[in-house]
């Protein structure tokens, strides 16, 4: 079946530090991949996806490319900010019509940013 | 703004009881799932539904049952509450047309079960 593995947190660093959380998948065919963010006291949102090989997601300063060759997904951004502080959750979701968008989700990283 | 509201942000309740969580998406959106987040184990699919009244089983539905009488409208039923229920349960919905678009979700309800 289909499994995403996160890097085990959780992540302390200090404002303008650069941020890797890595994250790798098993999944049969071409899954579409995403970064999910968890802000204190809220539901997730979306934060990049990507959709098949090669593709780079980025949203707000963050990227992930999608490789299929390591079958990974890394989060990266080149300098945090406290507001980047939340809980971060790499997914996927298997093609197909039959998939209906289920999404599979990793373990979480807490991220935590001081000044 | 796509919009999902559960119905309760905290709930305690006692061992044995019968447990809904109610949720409402006004997007007109055919897909409607509920997920348990536990920490050290990411959120876990517990029921999904593509369309009023049908269902299907997610990774851990045991102890679970769900209703779906109208499209905006999916309930998590817990059918005997027991204590390891206790978790955060997150309630999301998608416009599925076999191609993945985004889904959306709720804030999330809080249960404790004593």
């Known amino acids: 079946g289909n499994s995403v593995t996160q890097m085990e947190g959780p992540v302390t660093l200090s404002e303008e530090a650069f941020l890797t959380i890595n994250c790798t998948y098993t999944?049969?065919?071409?899954?579409?991949l995403f970064w999910y963010v968890q802000y204190p006291g809220e539901g997730l949102q979306l934060l990049l996806k990507a959709t098949k090989a090669d593709d780079k997601g980025s949203n707000k300063g963050f990227e992930a490319t999608y490789r299929k060759e390591t079958t990974s997904f890394h989060l990266e951004k080149g300098s945090v900010q406290v507001s980047d502080s939340a809980v971060y959750f790499c997914?996927?979701?298997?093609?197909?019509?039959?998939?209906?968008?289920?999404?599979?989700f990793g373990q979480g990283t807490i991220l935590t940013v001081h000044p | 703004d796509v919009k999902v509201t559960q119905s309760s942000r905290y709930l305690v309740k006692r061992t044995g009881e019968k447990v809904f969580l109610e949720c409402v998406q006004d997007m007109d959106h055919e897909n409607m799932f509920w997920y348990r987040q536990d920490p050290g184990l990411g959120l876990r699919l517990i029921y999904f539904?593509?369309?009023?009244?049908?269902?299907e089983k997610g990774d851990i539905p045991e102890g679970y049952s769900v209703s779906r009488e109208k499209k905006e409208r999916f309930s998590l039923i817990l059918e005997s509450a027991s204590t390891n229920q206790t978790s955060m349960y997150l309630c999301?919905?998608?416009?599925?047309?076999?191609?993945?678009?985004?889904?959306?979700f709720g804030q999330g309800t809080r249960l404790t079960v004593v």
């Open positions: 999301a919905s998608n416009p599925w047309t076999g191609i993945f678009t985004e889904a959306f």
């Open positions: 997914a996927l979701s298997r093609a197909g019509g039959t998939s209906y968008g289920k999404l599979t």
């Open positions: 539904s593509y369309d009023v009244k049908m269902k």
């Open positions: 999944a049969t065919g071409y899954p579409s």
